[in-house]
């Protein structure tokens, strides 16, 4: 979701309640990204050797057994349930993720339990609680970064303007989402190349590289081959 410049209301009421209407909060030309507070952090143990966190208690006993650390997340005014991937689970595990780190996010998937047409979170039946969310964003580790101590809650802008987080190649991992943006440097242009495999009677082949000038070549004899049969 994206959120026009200069907005100062709750981020997690527009999520929560998902109003989409196209004079609010939504134009491609002005993406934002989300710096939410976290408010509470709930670790199911990840195997039952493992001590359960101080909240754990709080979880029914199905989501227990489940690996992905779950959470609150508050933009200052509401909470919103909040999924961990696998990495960042790992990170919380860690502890270098805590309650009252903040973070940085873009490419959040938003997913709403129960209605399609969202709920306000002023309403009595709205909750946060991983038991029975209304509402859950789910953050990936490669579109996720901890803001700093300052950044205003809300929607911010990012890198260059846009909602996009500028990552480095060396934090990018495997499985961990999709990448928002990064800043490369392209040193040496090649040239294009083909491949060209042929397969003899025998069974065997044999794979040259061709020029696209020699590709070319090589077409129009294909091609006068063909119109002389």
Known sequence: MNFVSGFRGSVIAVLASSDNSPTNFFDPSHLHRLVLCIASIYIPPA???????????????SISNAPLVSLELT??????????????????RAGLIKVGSKLATCNATLKLHGSDDGIDPMDS??????????ASLQLNYNSTRRARWDARLGCSRGFGGTGLLKVDLSSVEPGGGTIPLMDVVVCRKFPKMFSQTVTRADGTSTTTFLTEAA??????EWETKMDKR
């Open 47 to 61: 195997s039952s050797n493992e001590p359960s966190s101080p909240n754990a208690h709080l979880l029914h006993s």
């Open 75 to 92: 933009d200052g005014w509401y909470k919103i349930h909040a999924q961990f991937d696998a990495r960042l689970s790992g990170i919380v």
């Open 125 to 134: 039946n709205y909750s946060s609680s991983p038991l029975n969310p209304s």
């Open 215 to 220: 590709e070319e070549q090589a077409k129009r």
